[in-house]
């Protein structure tokens, strides 16, 4: 009976969560003296970079929302690429529509120890900043050991995107360095020092190896008919990151 409750009690606390309204999020809200500088750890190179979803399922892994849209020729498409360059190195594009002064951020979660890097690219008064996290064991930390470089940025409206190269190793997954991760993207937005995640945009219902490029990569919720207790778990994972990152950000500016 208690195997079976706490998935059916993940689940619920995720779409509890997702479905909140903007009222009731706002509990979650964190207040920032002022959002300059939380960034500064990563250099980006301003330049708009053209990414698309061409060669997604031969040279590299693509997820989208709505699910195959196309972000070179959409204005309303969120989308994560990973191209494997060479051992553990990893070229990846990110892209996705933001309030103003908003941020998209990418996580990769390990289904074997529960840790993965956030990548975050936000829209700072139309330039990009960027900068990566760790999650594990419930927090998030800024972690100076996950090799990120060649990043560039660009902010087009309300569009952000980044481009950006990182390596697995055992500092990222914890473990054996892996490929293998859940894959989520949410979204947030920065009110007058009011930093809030506006919504989780996707959460893969199985786990995504990179390295896989003919493989399809799902966007849809997971439901409680049709999820493994494995996926439910980590739904519950995922969503106890995403309320951890707020309060690391603000952890960030003390």
């Known amino acids: 009976m208690e195997k079976c ?11 509890a969560y997702m479905s909140m309204g903007a009222e009731a999020q706002s509990q979650n809200n964190v207040i920032f003296p002022n959002i300059t500088g939380l960034f500064n750890n990563t250099m980006v190179t301003p330049g708009s970079v053209n990414i698309s979803n061409v060669g997604c399922g031969s040279t590299k892994v693509c997820a989208a929302e709505p699910f195959n849209c196309d972000p070179a020729g959409s204005t309303s498409c969120f989308f994560f ?20 002064n ?20 936000a829209n700072n008064n139309k330039s990009v900043m960027f900068f990566s996290l760790h999650y594990q064991n419930g927090s998030l930390t800024q972690n100076n050991q996950l090799p990120v470089t060649s990043v560039m940025g660009s902010v087009t409206g309300q569009t952000v995107q980044c481009t950006f190269n990182a390596t697995f190793s055992t500092a990222t997954t914890t473990t054996n360095a892996s490929t293998n991760f859940f894959i989520y993207i949410i979204i947030g937005n920065n009110n007058n020092g009011n930093l809030s995640i506006q919504n989780t945009v996707f959460i893969s219902p199985a786990a995504v190896d990179l390295i896989v490029t003919n493989s399809t990569v799902t966007t ?26 707020l309060g690391v950000l603000g952890l960030m500016m003390l």
């Open 220 to 245: 849809k919720n997971v439901s409680a008919t049709s999820a493994s207790p494995v996926a439910l778990g980590m739904q519950h994972k995922l969503s106890q990151a995403l309320l951890t990152l």
């Open 5 to 15: 409750s706490k998935p059916m009690i993940a689940i619920a606390m995720v779409m």
């Open 102 to 121: 908003g941020f998209i951020a990418l996580g990769l979660l390990s289904p074997t120890s529960f840790s993965g890097p956030v990548y975050v690219c």
């Open 81 to 100: 690429s990973a191209t494997k360059t060479s051992g553990q190195d990893f070229s990846f594009q990110l892209e996705g529509q933001t309030m103003a």
